[in-house]
């Protein structure tokens, strides 16, 4: 009687059943670190909002900041460069209609006040809490980032 070479039902189904234990163990880390990215960026895209609000204030002094994103936006193609769109953020930062969307968080410009614009408020919060994003993000003309742990735009604590 020969032999059959290959391998046998057993060892097929151990080798599966080791590749879905590892990918139990690493499928967590690799959501965790999603998460961690996601927020990192709503931070820096809030630090980009901020010293574009500080440029368009310096170069629109008679307007003071910008009372949306889209001000902060590029303009129409043809269209020059003006207190309306400014394009001092990128296409997906400075959209034409607020909020605007970004790696997992909406972001906004809140509570402009003043005429000329003297405050304003900016958040970015997850699309998805727990999923996109734990923490919603907050900043302002005084350029500290705070969060609200709980994901929305109840922000206390500052980040250190």
Not at 80 to 98: E, F, Y
Request: glycine share 10%; hydrophobic share 40%; proline share 8%.
């Amino acid at each position: 009687m020969r032999r059959e070479s290959g391998f046998s039902l057993i060892e097929l189904l151990i080798v599966v059943a080791i590749i879905l234990v590892i990918a139990a163990m690493a499928i967590p880390n690799l959501i965790k670190s999603r998460l961690a990215a996601n927020e990192a960026s709503a931070v820096s895209s809030l630090r980009t909002i901020n010293t574009a609000q500080t440029t368009y204030s310096i170069t629109y002094p008679t307007f003071g900041y910008a009372d949306n994103l889209a001000k902060l936006g590029a303009p129409a193609p043809g269209t020059p460069v003006s207190q309306n769109n400014a394009a001092l953020l990128d296409w997906v930062l400075g959209c034409a209609t607020q909020p605007c969307q970004k790696s997992g968080y909406t972001f906004a410009i809140i509570n402009p006040s003043g005429n000329p614009v003297s405050a304003y408020g900016s958040t970015g919060v997850p699309v998805t809490p727990g999923t996109t994003g734990i923490r919603g993000f907050c900043g302002s003309q005084l350029t500290i980032i705070r969060y609200d742990p709980n994901g929305g735009s109840n922000c206390t604590t500052p980040i250190e």
